[in-house]
C-alpha cells in the first residue's frame, strides 16, 4: 500500500493516538479479597493517582462480586464521579478503621460528584445497589481493607 504524504501524516497520528490510549487504558491492577460479614469481594487495587484516575472506566460490565477499591494517600472528604464510567455502580467510602462511612448509587457517563460524609481513607466500588441487597451498610466494617497502603 502506498501512502501520500497526508495519508502517511494522518496514519502516524492514528498509530500513535491508538498506542497512547491503549498504554493509558491498558493498568494492570493488583487484586485484593475483603469481607464484610459473610460476603467476600474479589477488588482490584487503584492505590496510586494514574489507577485512581483510570478506575473503572470502560468496563461494559461488573461479575456481581467484584469491584474496585481505592486508596487514597490521606483521609478527607473524598469525591467520586462517573465520567468515562459505563456501568452503573454504587460507592461506599470507608474510614482509616475500616468502617462504612456512606454509601453512593452513581449513575453511568455522570460527572455529579458523591462524596464521604466524613474523612474517607478508602472508597469501594460495586456494581450498582451490591451493598443495598447484601445488607452492607453505614458502619458495616470491611475486613482486609486497612492493609492497603497507598503508593
Known amino acids: 500500500m502506498k501512502l501520500n504524504a497526508c495519508s502517511s501524516l494522518t496514519y502516524i497520528v492514528f498509530l500513535s493516538l491508538h498506542l497512547l490510549s491503549s498504554r493509558v487504558f491498558a493498568t494492570e491492577f493488583s487484586k485484593t479479597v475483603l469481607q464484610m460479614g459473610m460476603h467476600v469481594v474479589q477488588a482490584e487495587v487503584a492505590d496510586d493517582q494514574t489507577k485512581r484516575m483510570q478506575g473503572l472506566m470502560y468496563r461494559k460490565q461488573i461479575v456481581d462480586n467484584d469491584g474496585m477499591v481505592f486508596v487514597f494517600d490521606q483521609p478527607n ?7 468515562n464510567t459505563l456501568v452503573p455502580l454504587s460507592v461506599a467510602f470507608v474510614d482509616e478503621q475500616g ?7 452513581m449513575e453511568p457517563l455522570s460527572e455529579v460528584s458523591h462524596c464521604a460524609k466524613g474523612p474517607a481513607k478508602y472508597a469501594l466500588e460495586m456494581r450498582q445497589n451490591w451493598f443495598k441487597q447484601k445488607g452492607v451498610g453505614e458502619g458495616s466494617n470491611i475486613k482486609g481493607i486497612t492493609a492497603l497502603r497507598a503508593r
Do not use: Q, S
Not at 77 to 83: S, Y
Not at 99 to 105: K, M, Q, T
Open 99 to 105: 468502617n462504612i462511612l456512606n454509601v453512593a448509587n
Open 77 to 83: 472528604h473524598h469525591c467520586m464521579w462517573m465520567k
